[in-house]
């Protein structure tokens, strides 16, 4: 197997066209070319300037989950640090995180944050839905997304092996001289997300949830919202 480094776009869209898989950390993709055998080319973007910015507003597909430190909101900041071990951390990628893994602790906090994915093609680089770039698995350059007023991230104590832990992330944005709330929920492998505005108390916003999907969610899931939307709503109203 040959692994490109590229280390400008135009070198990155050339190792695409000539079908190499991208890898970030190999966390995953390690064991199922063991298993199912190796690809001719391989391409890691680790030296790729574009996939490796951290904030603000932007977070760089190679960029190892343990780097990901207060130049990004909250939500995101927390979703990383608990992902894996520290050993999956110090080696897994935003890219292969977002793209690649079943679990995607990641992409509830990208969804709040309303995060755009910058993909790239062989002949283009642009920005996505990022719903859409994870689904049809993209190449993902990194995320963009506009600062959040706060956010806030939880995610509840799983045993290894046993069902995904329920993930809740929050974030408020400002938006036309009001602010609306973000709310993005894993439950099982399934991401559900919404936004309502917020106005000056959480109940009025928590009742326009319940009336979404996440009014179809089981009461202990429901009263994780309720909680983190309830503090997250005084924080941005002590601001
Ligand atoms: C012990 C263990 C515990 C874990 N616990 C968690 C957890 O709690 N929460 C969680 O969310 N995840 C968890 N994971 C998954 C972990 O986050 C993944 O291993 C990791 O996200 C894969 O990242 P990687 O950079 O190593 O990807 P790789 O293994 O290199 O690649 C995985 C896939 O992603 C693709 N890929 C990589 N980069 C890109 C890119 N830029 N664009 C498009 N496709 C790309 C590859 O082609 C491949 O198909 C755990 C993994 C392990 C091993």
Redesign the pocket.
Known sequence: MLLHLPTSVTEAQECMAHGA??????????A?WQRDGFPEQ?M??RNLPE?NAIGPGSLG??V??NRIDDRVPEVLRR?AA????G???R?????????????????PAALVLDARAV??ETDRTYETDLAEAVAK?????GLRWREPLASAYH?AA?D?GGP??LVVATAVHAEDGGRRLRVAVRDGYEVLSDSTPLDTDAEQALHALERTEFGSLDPAARDVIRRQVTALAGRVSDS
Do not use: D
């Open positions: 898989v991208p890898v970030g950390g190999a966390t995953l993709i390690w199922a391989a890691s973007l996939a597909a190679a190892v989950l979703a608990g992902v894996g071990t050993a999956v951390r080696t897994a990628t935003v890219g292969g995180n977002l793209v690649g893994s079943t679990l995607r602790c990641l992409l993909t790239l698995q993209h190449l993902l350059l995610k799983g290894a995904p832990p």
